[in-house]
């Protein structure tokens, strides 16, 4: 514990009448409290289980709330078995998928109590009354696997899939199973990592654990409980939450709030009262303590207060820092040491002014004042009044499942560089040279087939393209591919050349060199609600270096809605103003006009700053006097849509031009947008990102800064899967209205929209409801989404056109109507649309019932409710982003050849010409990109991967792609090293196949593109280019004889296939003997 921490703890409860309150909550069958401001209550509840014999349970009124309570004890205090106890959002009655982290949580709990465990569980009502199996039910149903136990295998599998675990080719999520031959993985829902069991017979020999993204072995397992989850827990739910601890201590947090919310604004909840009336039945039989909002005289007073309000400006802090240092010892709380050196700096902290005051690092949501102790407690959240942020790291790490990303299906769509896109149909064995071979079968245009072996799948990709662009598939035989190919090459590097001729102009161009940061840009810095992430710190410190250079910046900065950009554009246009320049925000639209209004307003609002906007819903006569200011001066930074690049428009001095979504600006506003950037810095934002791989190659012709890094801060967004029933829809509109919240409800169908706007005002009287869909003009659709984003809708009925470049932290709620008729990646990209602030975000998926759904949709629907974490399965959505980015950033006519040949070619096509035209540039003459010596390698033995020891086909291909895609002999040995921990020993083929892989490496780099053996005949053939990489023939002599003298065979030069060598040898094994050689080359 942190010393301050520990002076904080000491000086509130080493107090009388502090010691006094405690006792007599614990001796006392029922006592009311009030005083608990701020954390006080985090650190109350922590000291009162600490002096407790019993378990203590705090009931918190919202499930938000309760989270947030229970992580910031558990920061305050690792070492006290502190637990969240969750349920669903809806009655128990109610089919639905409990989200597995949140399954994982009940189970801790039940299973902590069960084995006598002594607890602080922070819960809500409605996990007190849930209905639960009794404890020696649950116990009864508990299987404990350890090293030694014996079990029948099968009915172990056919048990774990009673208790809700489903059977997959990988387990890589809670609630997963996955065997292999003896090898049997499960993933369980409660807070272990995966685990990896080996069966001996009926006998586990040995456990591992494993990491789900790698799916290698970390270390070994003592052993693990396995429990069925919630959903399968039967009939039998006659017990409780409070009969699982003995004696339980219960905490109730405001219980004025409890089965408030979860009513129309006319009607009455029929089952309020039974639920209210079961609640206080069971918690008035147990030592209770109550925290109340409305105190009465009997209350025990604990004397904590809110702290006051601060001023607005550095100074008005300081002088109230100063007032209060006086009399009461003053404690300036962070959760992290660079954000307390940025307060000491910006606050300008000295010891001697400030003599009464700590600054340190102590994990407090919010502060508070112990007048009568002389103790107040500030977060940096309350002096610079911003929201709040605290919130530890989930349990276990949600990563991307390998399979989602690359599992192949007969029919998708393929790229081959050399033979172009056909269609994938399957893996195929087929017989070469007298010896079995896998590959993958692709069918192409007239129903010609291609067959690639597995070792040549680096050649091969799965096409990716822009939604709705099917490709054509291509005729063997003839030159249309290669055309096709070059064509987009020679395009890109027109492009390329174009950009760089633009770019080497604007480096002649005179600019203005801002100076270095001033004291008020550090300010603006210090007062940023939210620690930066590294790539937004990164793109800020780019800005500056360009802005204080004294040429024009041109610069994009790229990444989704809510990932920064926005502040790294105020700073920008913050630094334009500090250096006595305007600075101009252009954007499409007048929703993202008034947004980023709304932002640089507040954000700026500390500084004499004159921030305006421009846009036709400003009426004439305002719209005059902004034009006005802008030609005197008065307006330092304007946000306008096209109305800036009018032709009344004048700047003063126009230092700074911030363009937002540049590709959606029409020919005509490019070009005035052109005229107005001349000479001035720009800053370019884009919300749809481009992939890292596009970045850096484009990078050298292009500045450009990525910001992919998800915000730290960002709560996981609360998913489940129901079947439709208007009032589960009513409840959840009403929750998210009770805390204030706006609702958005996604139906797909825009004939029947409106209707769907009449059933939300149908079941929940005086909703106010918007209707947005792609049919609508502009105009129509641009002022439901203003009059939205200005809450004079409560809910906005919708299609799947959710602008995406708008940010609206007021929406935390997603209603998503037949969820089962979307993909994943648009659930994903919808998901993304709310969940922007610190506010718990909600997302319900409604189908029909789960009867009527194929297995296909239940999994894509679990797979999106499972992964609520951001960044997990990120990558999914991120694809179709990133494409439709790349064509936003590249143009039409480049979209068009990424079509043509994929966006995974495109790219490396992008790298090839990038580099041959920056080689032009430096010799004056057409430059060609080498063609990459690759080596065959023609084995008369079975090479593959036996479908008996990989059973998945999917996993196959994954796992030959991988193999296919390794750059060294010691990736293979790794790769050796996974088989073995996953799969179990290495059959003969599948060794052959690692063979053949090291033996393509060995050879690739050293200029060898064929090696053949056929019984004891070894046959190598080199690549001309590697030939002519000697610098003289005495030195390719020279390389020929050390090859013959390592040879102790006779050696024969061949000329029919290009030049190579031919041995007869003795060797019982001809691949051993072949990869000496080749290292034995060096």
């Given at each position: 514990?942190?010393?301050?921490?520990?002076?904080?703890?000491?000086?509130?409860f080493?107090?009388k009448r502090?010691?006094l309150?405690?006792?007599?909550c614990?001796?006392?069958?029922?006592?009311?409290?009030?005083?608990?401001?701020?954390s006080l209550l985090?650190?109350f509840?922590?000291?009162?289980f600490g002096?407790?014999?019993?378990?203590?349970?705090?009931?918190?009124?919202?499930?938000?709330?309760?989270?947030a309570?229970?992580d910031?004890?558990?920061?305050?205090?690792?070492?006290?078995?502190?637990?969240?106890?969750p349920?669903?959002d809806f009655?128990?009655?109610?089919?639905?998928y409990?989200n597995?982290?949140?399954a994982?949580?009940q189970?801790?709990?039940?299973?902590?109590?069960?084995?006598g465990?002594?607890c602080?569980?922070?819960?809500t009502?409605?996990?007190?009354?849930?209905?639960?199996?009794?404890?020696d039910n649950?116990?009864a149903?508990?299987?404990?696997?350890?090293?030694?136990a014996?079990?029948?295998?099968m009915k172990l599998?056919e048990?774990l899939?009673d208790y809700g675990?489903?059977?997959e080719p990988?387990?890589?999520?809670?609630g997963?199973?996955?065997i292999?031959g003896?090898i049997?993985d499960?993933f369980?829902?409660t807070?272990?990592?995966?685990?990896?069991?080996?069966?001996?017979?009926?006998?586990?020999?040995?456990i591992?654990?494993f990491?789900?993204?790698?799916?290698?072995?970390?270390?070994?397992?003592?052993?693990?409980?396995?429990l069925?989850?919630?959903?399968e827990?039967?009939?039998?739910?006659?017990?409780?939450?409070?009969?699982?601890?003995?004696t339980?201590?219960?905490?109730?947090?405001?219980?004025?709030?409890?089965?408030?919310?979860?009513?129309?604004?006319?009607?009455e909840?029929?089952?309020?009262e039974?639920?209210?009336?079961?609640?206080?039945?069971?918690v008035?039989?147990h030592?209770?303590?109550?925290?109340?909002?409305?105190?009465?005289p009997?209350?025990?007073d604990?004397?904590?207060?809110?702290?006051?309000?601060?001023?607005?400006?550095?100074?008005?802090?300081r002088d109230?820092?100063?007032?209060?240092?006086?009399?009461n010892?003053?404690?300036?709380?962070?959760?992290?040491?660079?954000q307390?050196a940025?307060l000491r700096?910006?606050?300008e902290l000295?010891d001697?002014?400030?003599?009464?005051?700590?600054v340190d690092?102590v994990?407090?949501?919010?502060?508070?004042d112990?007048?009568?102790?002389?103790?107040?407690?500030?977060?940096?959240?309350?002096?610079?009044n911003?929201?709040?942020?605290l919130r530890?790291?989930p349990?276990?790490?949600?990563?991307?499942?390998?399979?989602?990303?690359?599992?192949?299906?007969?029919?998708?769509?393929?790229?081959?560089i050399?033979?172009?896109?056909?269609?994938f149909?399957g893996?195929k064995?087929?017989e070469v040279n007298g010896s079995e071979?896998?590959?993958l079968?692709?069918a192409y245009q007239?129903?010609?087939a291609l067959?690639v072996?597995?070792?040549k799948m680096?050649?091969?990709?799965k096409?990716?393209?822009?939604?709705?662009?099917?490709p054509?598939?291509?005729?063997l035989?003839t030159?249309k591919?290669?055309t096709?190919?070059s064509?987009?090459?020679?395009?890109i590097?027109d492009?390329?050349?174009?950009?760089?001729?633009?770019y080497?102009?604007?480096?002649?161009?005179?600019?203005?060199?801002?100076?270095?940061?001033?004291p008020?840009?550090n300010e603006?810095?210090a007062?940023?609600?939210y620690?930066?992430?590294?790539?937004?710190?990164?793109?800020t410190?780019?800005v500056?270096?360009?802005?204080?250079r004294p040429?024009?910046?041109?610069?994009?900065?790229?990444g989704?809605?809510g990932y920064g950009?926005?502040?790294v554009?105020?700073?920008?246009a913050f630094?334009?103003?500090?250096?006595?320049?305007?600075?101009?925000?252009l954007?499409?639209?007048?929703?993202?006009?008034?947004?980023?209004?709304n932002?640089?307003?507040?954000?700026?609002a500390?500084?004499p700053v004159?921030v305006?906007m421009?846009?036709?819903?400003r009426?004439p006569a305002?719209?005059?006097?902004?034009?006005?200011k802008?030609?005197?001066?008065?307006?330092?930074i304007?946000?306008?849509?096209?109305r800036?690049?009018?032709?009344?428009?004048?700047?003063?001095d126009?230092?700074?031009?911030?363009?937002?979504?540049?590709h959606?600006f029409?020919?005509?506003?490019?070009e005035?947008?052109?005229?107005l950037r001349?000479n001035?810095?720009?800053?370019?934002?884009?919300?749809t990102p481009?992939?890292r791989t596009?970045q850096l190659?484009?990078?050298?012709?292009?500045d450009?800064s990525?910001?992919?890094?998800p915000?730290?801060?960002?709560l996981?967004?609360?998913?489940?899967v129901?079947?439709f029933?208007?009032s589960?829809?009513a409840?959840?509109?009403?929750?998210?209205?009770?805390?204030?919240g706006?609702?958005?409800?996604?139906?797909?169908r825009?004939?029947?929209?409106h209707?769907a706007a009449?059933m939300?005002?149908?079941i929940v009287?005086?909703l106010r409801?918007?209707?947005?869909?792609?049919?609508m003009n502009?105009?129509?659709?641009?002022?439901?989404?203003v009059?939205?984003v200005?809450?004079?809708y409560?809910c906005?009925?919708?299609?799947?056109?959710?602008?995406s470049?708008?940010?609206?932290?007021?929406v935390?709620?997603?209603l998503v109507?037949r969820?089962?008729?979307?993909g994943?990646?648009q659930?994903?990209?919808?998901?993304?649309?709310?969940?922007?602030s610190?506010?718990?975000?909600?997302?319900?998926l409604?189908?029909?019932?789960?009867g009527?759904l194929s297995p296909e949709?239940?999994?894509?629907?679990?797979?999106?409710e499972?992964?609520?974490?951001l960044?997990s399965?990120?990558?999914?959505?991120?694809?179709?982003?990133e494409?439709r980015?790349a064509?936003?950033?590249?143009?039409?006519?480049?979209?068009?050849?990424?079509?043509?040949?994929?966006?995974d070619?495109?790219?490396?096509?992008?790298r090839e010409?990038?580099?041959?035209?920056k080689a032009?540039?430096?010799?004056?003459?057409?430059v060609q990109s080498?063609?990459q010596t690759?080596?065959?390698?023609?084995l008369?033995?079975a090479?593959f991967?036996?479908?008996?020891?990989?059973?998945?086909?999917?996993l196959?291909?994954?796992l030959?792609?991988?193999?296919?895609?390794f750059t060294?002999p010691?990736?293979?040995?790794?790769?050796e090293?996974?088989l073995?921990?996953?799969f179990g020993p290495v059959p003969?083929?599948?060794y052959?196949?690692?063979?053949?892989s090291?033996?393509?490496?060995?050879?690739q780099?050293?200029?060898?593109?064929?090696l053949?053996i056929?019984?004891?005949?070894?046959?190598?053939?080199?690549?001309?280019?590697?030939?002519?990489?000697?610098a003289s023939p005495?030195q390719f002599?020279?390389h020929l004889?050390?090859?013959?003298?390592s040879?102790?065979?006779?050696?024969?030069?061949?000329?029919?296939k290009?030049?190579?060598l031919?041995?007869?040898?003795t060797?019982?094994?001809?691949?051993a003997?072949a990869?000496?050689?080749?290292?034995?080359?060096?």
């Open positions: 514990m942190a010393s301050t921490q520990q002076e904080i703890t000491k000086r509130i080493t107090d502090s010691n309150i405690i006792n007599k614990l001796s006392e069958f029922e006592t009311q409290i009030r005083g608990l401001s701020g985090p650190l509840l922590l000291e009162l002096r407790s014999p019993s378990s203590v349970i705090a009931v918190c009124p919202d499930p938000d709330t309760a989270e309570l229970a910031e004890m558990i920061l305050l205090n690792p070492e006290t078995p502190v637990y969240f106890f349920m669903s009655d128990a009655s109610r089919p639905s409990l597995p982290r949140e994982g949580r189970m801790d709990v039940l299973r902590a109590f069960s084995a465990a002594r602080l569980v922070v819960t009502p409605g996990g007190v009354i849930q209905p639960l199996p009794t404890p649950l116990r149903a508990e299987i404990r696997l350890m090293p030694g014996r079990f029948d295998f599998v048990r899939t675990y489903s059977r990988v387990a890589e999520r809670p997963e199973i996955s292999r003896g049997f499960i369980p829902y807070g272990e990592p995966p685990q990896r069991i080996e069966f001996f017979g009926n006998e586990i020999e040995t591992r654990a990491d789900a993204e790698t799916q290698m072995s970390t270390g070994p397992s003592p052993g693990f409980d396995v069925p989850v919630p959903s827990w039967g009939a039998d739910r006659s017990s409780h939450l409070l009969g699982y601890p003995r339980p201590l219960v905490f109730l947090d405001e219980p004025e709030r409890y089965f408030t919310g979860l009513k129309s604004r006319d009607t909840d029929p089952a309020k039974e639920k209210e009336n079961r609640f206080f039945s069971l008035r039989s030592t209770l303590i109550s925290h109340r909002m409305f105190s009465s009997k209350d025990q604990f004397g904590g207060r809110p702290v006051k309000k601060t001023g607005r400006t550095v100074q008005e802090i109230l820092l100063h007032g209060l240092g006086a009399r010892r003053i404690f300036l709380v962070c959760e992290q040491e660079a307390t940025r700096e910006t606050l000295d001697q002014t400030f003599s009464n005051l700590s690092v994990p407090l949501r919010e502060g508070f112990l007048p009568d102790l002389g103790v107040t407690v500030y977060t940096d959240r309350e002096l610079f911003y929201p709040g942020r530890r790291k349990k276990f790490r949600e990563g991307v499942p390998i399979r989602e990303l690359s599992a192949l299906s007969p029919g998708d769509y393929m790229v081959h050399d033979y172009g896109i056909g269609r149909a893996l064995k087929i071979r896998e590959c079968s692709l007239d129903g010609d067959y072996p597995v070792d680096e050649r091969v990709q096409y990716s393209g822009r939604d709705g662009v099917t054509e598939l291509t005729k035989g030159q591919w290669e096709i190919k064509r987009t090459k020679g395009s590097k492009m390329a050349r174009d950009l760089i001729a633009i080497a102009a604007r480096e002649t161009l005179p600019g203005h060199a801002f100076q270095p940061d001033t008020w840009e603006l810095l007062s940023f609600a620690e930066d992430t590294p790539d937004q710190n990164r793109a410190e780019e500056k270096a360009d802005m204080e040429r024009p910046m041109d610069r994009l900065i790229c989704d809605v950009k926005t502040e554009a105020v700073r920008a630094k334009a103003v500090a250096g006595g320049k305007q600075a101009a925000v954007v499409p639209t007048t929703v993202l006009a008034q947004q980023h209004h932002t640089f307003s507040e954000r700026l500390r500084f004159h305006e421009l846009s036709r819903f009426n305002h719209q005059k006097r902004i034009v006005e802008l030609k005197t001066g008065a307006v330092d304007v946000i306008g849509t096209h800036l690049l009018s032709g009344d428009i004048v700047f003063k126009l230092g700074l031009l911030i363009i937002d979504e540049e959606r029409g020919v005509r506003h490019k005035a947008i052109k005229a001349m001035v810095d720009v800053l370019a934002l884009s919300a481009i992939p596009l190659s484009l990078i050298h012709i292009r450009m990525l910001i992919t890094t915000p730290r801060d960002r996981p967004i609360h998913t489940e129901l079947p029933d208007e589960v829809v409840e959840a509109i009403l929750r998210e209205m009770a805390r204030g706006q609702v958005f409800f996604v139906h797909n825009i004939e029947s929209i209707a009449e939300l005002r149908r009287p005086g409801v918007g209707v947005a869909h792609g049919r502009a105009h129509e659709l641009e002022r439901v989404m009059d939205f200005d809450r004079k409560d906005l009925a919708t299609t799947m056109i959710i602008e470049g708008i940010d609206m932290p007021h935390n709620t997603l109507n969820a089962d008729r979307m994943l990646a659930l994903y990209q919808l998901r993304g649309r709310v969940g922007r610190d506010q718990r975000a909600y997302a319900y409604f189908t029909p019932p789960f009527q949709s239940i999994k894509r629907l679990r797979t999106i499972e992964f609520t974490e960044g399965g990120f990558q999914i959505a991120m694809r179709d982003l494409i980015g064509g936003n950033l590249l143009g039409t006519r480049q979209s068009g050849f990424m079509d043509a040949v994929g966006f070619l495109y790219t490396r096509l992008v010409a990038v580099d041959e035209v032009e540039a430096e010799s004056a003459e057409p080498p063609a690759e080596c065959s390698v023609d008369s033995a090479a991967l036996p479908d008996d020891y990989v059973h998945d086909e999917n196959r291909v994954n030959y792609r991988r193999l296919a895609a060294t010691s990736d293979v040995d790794r790769f090293d996974e073995r921990d996953r003969p083929e599948a052959t196949l690692l063979e053949v090291r033996l393509r490496l060995e050879g780099s050293r200029g060898v593109k064929r053949m056929d019984r004891k005949v070894l046959r190598l053939f080199f690549d001309e280019t590697w030939m002519d990489s000697f005495e002599s020279a004889r050390s090859i013959i003298a040879s102790q065979y006779p050696v024969q030069f061949l000329h029919e290009g030049f190579g031919r041995m007869e040898i060797e019982d094994d001809p691949v003997f990869k000496k050689l080749l290292q034995r080359w060096g």
